[in-house]
């Protein structure tokens, strides 16, 4: 069954320090998404991506976050200048094929996460 | 704004008992509703769904039921194992580009 693959499974930063956590999304899938979940605690939304610009954002997703589709099959979120409470494991799940078209009510299948520890 | 409350927080069943998870959502809008189940350092997995023109589903020991008038749906989970010991999250999405909403979860321990 195809998967949703994310690159580190950890990374370990300094304060202030620019970060960027990929993710290679489900082939044929459009829609991309990245949530975090910091420790003990529910899965938050930041921001879902289609056609090749970002749909929807949080208030979490600030001008520290961007997101990119660098290429047909990596999607990337950059954390420019991190925080202590960027710690999180940070989830990337995608949806809808090709050939379901609406994204109605489609299900999201999330990769395994990297966990990012700011030191 | 949106939001989805789940309950309880944790619950604790014996092995061959039902188990029973509760959220209500805030968004009208709402018209999706995923499970999943999240065993330690893992991934979310999806294990069951229902849409808003369905009022419940079925999938072998797990079943979803949804009201939409009082905004409430459930999971329910019968003849547990020990295997299903993991915290569940409920959410809520809609069309609108399809971000899902998730509840605090429940950690659910079953004793052998």
Redesign the interface.
């Known amino acids: 069954e195809p998967e949703v693959t994310q690159t580190p499974s950890h990374q370990v930063t300094q304060m202030g320090q620019e970060v960027i956590l990929r993710c290679v999304p489900i082939s044929n899938h459009l ?1 991309f ?1 990245w ?1 975090r979940q910091i420790l003990g ?5 930041l921001v ?1 991506f ?1 056609n090749n610009e970002i ?2 954002k ?1 208030e979490i997703f600030d001008d520290q976050f961007s997101v990119e589709r660098p290429d047909g099959s990596n999607f990337t979120l950059k954390i420019r200048s991190t925080k202590l409470e960027d710690s999180a494991m940070y ?1 990337c799940a995608s ?2 094929s090709l050939d379901r078209g ?12 990297t966990r990012l520890s700011i030191l | 704004g949106e939001n989805v409350e789940q309950h309880p927080s944790t619950l604790s069943v014996q092995e061959g008992d039902s188990a029973v998870i509760k959220c209500t959502y805030s968004d009208s809008a709402s018209n999706y509703f995923p499970w999943y189940k999240q065993e330690l350092g893992k991934r979310p997995q999806l294990i069951i769904d229902i849409r808003s023109n369905v009022g419940e589903k079925k999938d072998q020991r797990i079943a979803v039921t949804l009201n939409k008038t009082a905004k409430h749906f459930s999971l329910h989970i019968t003849e547990t194992q020990p295997e299903d010991s993991a915290v569940y999250f409920c959410a809520g999405g809609d069309n609108q580009g399809g971000k899902l909403i998730f509840g605090q979860g429940t950690e659910l321990s079953v004793k052998p």
């Open positions: 829609y998404y949530y605690q529910k899965v938050e939304f879902s289609y749909s929807e949080s989830f949806s809808v609406s994204i109605s009510n489609q299900p999201q299948h999330f990769g395994d996460g």
